[in-house]
T-cell receptor
Framework: QKEVEQNSGPLSVPEGAIASLNCTYSDRVSQSFFWYRQYSGKSPELIMSIYSNGDKEDGRFTAQLNKASQYVSLLIRDSQPSDSATYLCAVRNQKVTFGTGTKLQVIP | GAVVSQHPSWVICKSGTSVKIECRSLDFQATTMFWYRQFPKQSLMLMATSNEGSKATYEQGVEKDKFLINHASLTLSTLTVTSAHPEDSSFYIC????????????FGQGTRLTVV
């Protein structure tokens, strides 16, 4: 089992819709979780960090964490074409472990 | 903010030569820095974790004598690719974190290395 798993996609959503990105992790003692966005040919950019169970909202982005289910998700409301990118889920213990990323395509 | 600057952004070198890549945290002290490699259309592969003042911890399969990492200060880490070969051509990215555990890591812009 991979340490951090994501559906590779692509996930296609129409402009204005909600995009839902999911991630599961294997290390039950993990405490820190992050979502990064990576445009093609660029380095990842931090979008959200979440440390406690529940929801965390920042603008159009909401991260959700469920430690019992070892599951973390990212919701993007009012999706825009500029949101089209690969979204990386990351889990941190002493090192940061990334999922393989989910490619999101927002269709105008 | 948390700004990480990586230099150079791209480099072309001849096979057999060495290339040094710098990673600097500009507005915070980075206790830990990570070095990644990413091949086209593939995910990030962690190469090594570097804590300030300590030897880097390399991931399995990464040759420590080929990829020399130095983290001598809280704001600077370097990766030197020694005796580079065409198969080393890749996108190398560093990230920096304030602490050894738990806090977020911020990425540099990446360095695209082409070995000819």
């Amino acid at each position: 089992q991979k340490e951090v798993e994501q559906n590779s996609g692509p996930l296609s959503v129409p402009e204005g819709a909600i995009a839902s990105l999911n991630c599961t992790y294997s290390d039950r003692v993990s405490q820190s979780f992050f979502w990064y966005r990576q445009y093609s040919g660029k380095s990842p950019e931090l979008i959200m960090s979440i440390y406690s169970n529940g929801d965390k909202e920042d603008g159009r982005f909401t991260a959700q964490l469920n430690k019992a289910s070892q599951y973390v998700s990212l919701l993007i409301r009012d999706s825009q074409p500029s949101d089209s990118a690969t979204y990386l889920c990351a889990v941190r213990n002493q090192k940061v472990t990334f999922g393989t990323g989910t490619k999101l395509q927002v269709i105008p | 903010g948390a700004v990480v600057s990586q230099h150079p952004s791209w480099v072309i070198c001849k096979s057999g030569t060495s290339v040094k890549i710098e990673c600097r945290s500009l507005d915070f002290q980075a206790t830990t820095m990570f070095w990644y490699r990413q091949f086209p259309k593939q995910s990030l592969m962690l190469m090594a974790t570097s804590n300030e003042g300590s030897k880097a911890t390399y991931e399995q399969g990464v040759e420590k004598d080929k990829f020399l990492i130095n983290h001598a200060s809280l704001t600077l880490s370097t990766l030197t690719v020694t005796s580079a070969h065409p198969e080393d051509s890749s996108f190398y990215i560093c990230s920096a974190s304030r602490t050894r555990e738990n806090t977020e890591a911020f990425f540099g812009q990446g360095t695209r290395l082409t070995v000819v």
